[in-house]
């Protein structure tokens, strides 16, 4: 694939770039340490930062820890919109819906699927250095200005305005403005009534709010089958059962989960959703919302109507490109999100990572990815990248998405269902579940930037091949891989029930050639396999294979022996 000029900035352009950013920090008299005798005085923002992040998210986290580890006495600067300091989003539709703590909304802090107990937050407060002391600070720091937006960017003077009128100047910079939750047209036209009842589930103060609706309304609807909207309804239907609360979840897809996972998988896990006490209403396109007495009542353009208390709309993310204007910065016109090269760099220095980054990924092309490992590992690189690395991005991020302590699946690469699909299936063990990952591993929030050490440490034990039988009903899918096909190539794969081998699916996950692949299995393993053609196109020529194919394990010179042995 042909890279464009954005895309292959060339190494000596980059190095060049980065001796031009290398001038002495442009400090007042008193921040280059002159005495002042009253530190009180001090402003409480800095006029200069050396290293400065706009966005207070996982990816700006990540880039702040990358660069003090590669520079330990740099002062790097984060402002951020959000009032709270850096946090992780996943609890928030997984684990936090689960604590019997009835304080959680305030402390925060939740029991891991192993039993472990955590804060939502990366660091304590006494972590970071106070912004007004990050200039005086012997060793640097990391400060956050909290409820702070960056409303306006100089590329040319390297200064950035605040909301407050605020200037401050840097040596280097990082956006990481994320993206905001989208809303459904119909709901947008409706009225302010109707906007007063509706959740766009983001930050903790939607979790809260929401943790709060779910004690006193009679019914909540969750508009949006993807991850957040199966994850929420999961957790709310299993959380309030005992309280009569009725939810409701209505997505356009034929299930949960249809864009991603292939249509067999995708019934099985609506199958899931409903037995966790969900009313799952497939098919279902809004037309419009308005309030009806004291309900909300929603239409839907197939004649249905519903009838509700209060609506959360999970049907994706908008990145936050205002800057783009002032700075002079390019959008993607096809995947949204500031435009960068391989090594997240919009301008000299100037870099962008997580939501916000489109950037180009040297195996598949120009992406933009969503997730929490990608934030971790594009911040984590675009800090290494800002203190002098000059690294691509050749990382392929994994995400995860559990439906409870009992299901759950890792994924990388492209997993589209609209791709054809090769399924492996096997019976799952109690060993197979979130919860059980988690106790062996040590580590709740299973992203392989965070965890890639235990799960390479992990020894699979030769097995012995099991008499083969046939699956029963409700068992086909306990525990396998799917394979994601593009052109004869596997460009994604999901890890169904299986955890901590997403270092092996990423060495399997490099345009491996699937007939490659459909040579090495024979007629002799205990394993179910499933071929499904493209879910989107007309049901007469739709492919769906329930063969009931024992395969044999793959050769260990292509899967290195570990792959599919956990099956």
Not at 9 to 17: D, I, R
Not at 120 to 141: H, K, M
Not at 165 to 172: C, H, P, R, W
Not at 303 to 317: F, M, N, P
Request: proline content about 5%; some cysteine.
């Amino acid at each position: 694939m042909a890279m464009k000029s954005q895309d292959m900035k060339s190494t000596s352009e980059v190095g060049a770039a980065s001796q031009a950013t290398k001038a002495e920090p442009r400090l007042t008299t008193a921040e280059q340490g002159a005495p002042e005798t009253d530190p009180s005085a001090r402003p409480e923002c800095p006029s200069h930062a050396p290293f400065l992040l706009i966005g207070g998210g996982t990816a700006a986290f990540a880039a702040a820890r990358s660069i003090r580890a590669r520079d330990p006495g740099a002062r790097v600067l984060i402002i951020s919109e959000d009032p709270d300091l850096p946090y992780m989003r996943p609890p928030l539709s997984k684990e936090l819906w689960f604590s019997e703590d009835p304080n959680v909304t305030e402390t925060l802090r939740f029991k891991q699927w192993n039993g472990k107990e955590r804060s939502i937050y990366f660091q304590p407060p006494s972590f970071y250095v106070p912004a007004r002391d990050l200039p005086y600070t012997e060793n640097g720091g990391v400060a956050v200005l909290s409820g702070k937006k960056v409303v306006h960017m100089d590329v040319r003077g390297s200064v950035v305005k605040l909301d407050d009128g605020t200037q401050i100047s840097y040596d280097k910079c990082l956006i990481a403005t994320g993206g905001s939750p989208r809303n459904l047209p119909a709901i947008e036209r409706a009225g302010k009534d109707v906007h007063q009842r509706l959740t766009l589930f983001r930050k903790i103060e939607d979790f809260r709010a929401l943790e709060k609706i779910s004690r006193e309304v009679k019914s909540i609807t969750i508009i949006g089958g993807g991850f957040l909207g199966s994850e929420l309804a999961c957790a709310l239907g299993r959380k309030v059962q005992a309280r009569g609360l009725e939810v409701i979840q209505m997505f356009p897809e034929n299930g949960n989960m249809g864009k991603v996972l292939p249509e067999y998988l995708s019934n099985w896990t609506t199958d899931k959703v409903k037995r966790e006490g969900v009313n799952v209403m497939p098919n279902a396109v809004v037309k419009s919302v308005c309030v009806c007495g004291n309900r909300l009542v929603i239409k839907l353009k197939d004649g249905r109507k519903v009838e509700t208390d209060h609506i959360v709309a999970a049907v994706g993310l908008e990145p936050n490109v205002e800057l783009a204007k002032s700075a002079g910065l390019e959008v993607d016109s096809d995947f949204g999100g500031f435009r960068v090269n391989a090594e997240l760099q919009a301008r000299s220095n100037i870099w962008v990572a997580g939501d916000a980054a489109c950037f180009y990924d040297i195996k598949l092309g120009r992406r933009r990815v969503e997730h929490h490992d990608h934030a971790v590992v594009s911040g984590r690189l675009a800090g290494e990248n800002m203190t002098g690395a000059a690294k691509p991005y050749w990382h392929q991020s994994m995400f995860w998405s559990d439906l409870g302590p009992d299901v759950g699946y890792e994924a990388i690469g492209l997993v589209d269902s609209s791709l054809p699909t090769v399924g492996v299936f096997a019976k799952a063990t109690a060993k197979d579940t979130p919860k059980s990952a988690t106790e062996q591993s040590g580590t709740g929030i299973r992203s392989e930037s965070e965890t890639e050490a235990e799960a390479s440490e992990i020894t699979i034990s030769a097995s012995s091949p099991s008499t083969p039988q046939v699956p029963k009903q409700g068992e086909d899918y306990g525990k396998g891989v799917i394979f994601y096909i593009r052109d004869k190539v596997v460009v994604g794969i999901v890890l169904w029930n299986i955890f901590n081998r997403m270092p092996i699916a990423r060495k399997v996950r490099c345009f491996l050639s699937i007939d490659e692949w459909l040579a090495h299995l024979s007629s002799s393993s205990v394993m179910y396999a499933a071929y499904v053609g493209s879910n989107r196109t007309s049901q007469s020529s739709r492919i769906h294979f329930h063969r009931k194919l024992w395969l044999s394990t793959l050769d260990s010179s292509i899967f290195t022996g570990d792959f599919l042995s956990c099956l």
